[in-house]
T-cell receptor
Framework: EAGVTQFPSHSVIEKGQTVTLRCDPI?????LYWYRRVMGKEIKFLLH????????ESGMPNNRFLAERTGGTYSTLKVQPAELEDSGVYFC??????????????FGEGSRLTVL | LAKTTQPISMDSYEGQEVNITCSHN???????ITWYQQFPSQGPRFIIQ???TKVTNEVASLFIPADRKSSTLSLPRVSLSDTAVYYC?????????????FGKGTMLLVSP
């Protein structure tokens, strides 16, 4: 069974440019999460999809970030325009919560974003 | 949100048992305790989850005392490949994982 896949693994862009990160969750997982770790900081929650709906986007830093999950399958996270402080590693995770079990998060390997 | 405190780092040798303790004094009634492992350049990987007493799987054991204000992850007979960062997360996974916060984690270094 394929795990969570993220693309690209590394992106280098200049300040002001646009980048789109993609996440393919494990097939059948309704829950999809985005997290990020900026340099030297802790892993922080960004947002949570349940199928195609945004369940919680309280962690999104500002309106330069746009996440979508059309059709409830893969998700994209667009940063436009990118700023220097957006550099970091963006992780995607998916899960399937069932009754009585909180379930585990399955993480992808992350997309490293470097903004110059 | 429950705040967690873990040691910043630990050292061990191959074949030893390693116990990493996490303090979470303000754990809420609906909160679970979940541990993740992370290797460099990879995403975190689930190890174990528990609510109370003891949970054991093929990888580790999780000990939770009655007051639930702390928990201990036990890794039996560690190997070099267990060198990683270990995170203790406390929160209600049924409310969505936005309630779970990754702290600084514990860097475990296993030596030959």
């Amino acid at each position: 069974e394929a795990g969570v896949t993220q693309f690209p693994s590394h992106s280098v862009i200049e300040k002001g440019q646009t980048v789109t990160l993609r996440c393919d969750p494990i097939s059948g997982h309704d829950n999809l999460y985005w997290y990020r770790r900026v340099m030297g900081k802790e892993i922080k929650f960004l947002l949570h999809f349940v199928k195609e709906s945004k369940q919680d986007e309280s962690g999104m830093p500002n309106n330069r970030f746009l996440a979508e999950r059309t059709g409830g399958t893969y998700s994209t996270l667009k940063v436009q325009p990118a700023e220097l402080e957006d550099s970091g590693v963006y992780f995607c995770a998916s899960s399937q919560v069932t009754s009585g079990y909180g379930g585990e998060l399955f993480f992808g390997e992350g997309s490293r974003l470097t903004v110059l | 949100l429950a705040k967690t405190t873990q040691p910043i780092s630990m050292d061990s040798y191959e074949g030893q048992e390693v116990n990493i303790t996490c303090s979470h004094n303000n754990i809420a009634t609906n909160d679970y305790i979940t541990w993740y492992q992370q290797f460099p350049s990879q995403g975190p990987r689930f190890i174990i989850q528990g609510y109370k007493t003891k949970v054991t799987n093929e990888v580790a054991s999780l000990f939770i005392p009655a007051d639930r204000k702390s928990s201990t992850l036990s890794l039996p007979r560690v190997s070099l490949s267990d060198t990683a960062v270990y995170y203790c997360l406390v929160g209600d996974p049924f409310s969505g994982y936005s309630t779970l916060t990754f702290g600084k984690g514990t860097m475990l270094l296993v030596s030959p």
